[in-house]
């Protein structure tokens, strides 16, 4: 895991890109990297709530959490994963 500081967590390294760096800090919320149909998604953890078992990423004074079935495929959290009818919130 990478957090936002470029320091290394716990586990193998997810690299946060910095749109969605940005995109995070400006909604000024918490995150969610779940499953869906069509892969990987970011949802505001008030549509996807975070559950016991998911990775942890810092970005600033917020988290993006991340499924533990998704961090087996992932090695970057990037702006394909935040869905079109969000992008304006």
């Known amino acids: 895991m990478q957090s936002d500081v470029g320091e290394p967590g716990r586990s193998r390294g997810i690299y946060v890109t910095e749109d969605v760096r940005s995109y995070v800090l400006q909604r000024k919320r ?3 990297v779940s499953t869906s149909c069509s892969g990987p998604i970011l949802l505001p953890v008030s549509v ?3 559950k016991a078992t998911d ?3 810092p970005i ?3 988290t ?3 499924s533990k079935y998704q961090a087996r495929y992932i090695d ?3 702006r394909g994963m ?3 009818f969000y992008e304006d919130f």
Do not use: C, E, N
């Open 30 to 32: 918490d995150f969610r």
């Open 48 to 50: 996807k709530p975070p």
């Open 55 to 57: 990775l942890q990423v």
């Open 60 to 62: 600033g004074d917020f």
């Open 64 to 66: 993006v959490y991340i």
């Open 76 to 78: 970057s959290i990037h």
């Open 82 to 84: 935040i869905p079109i």
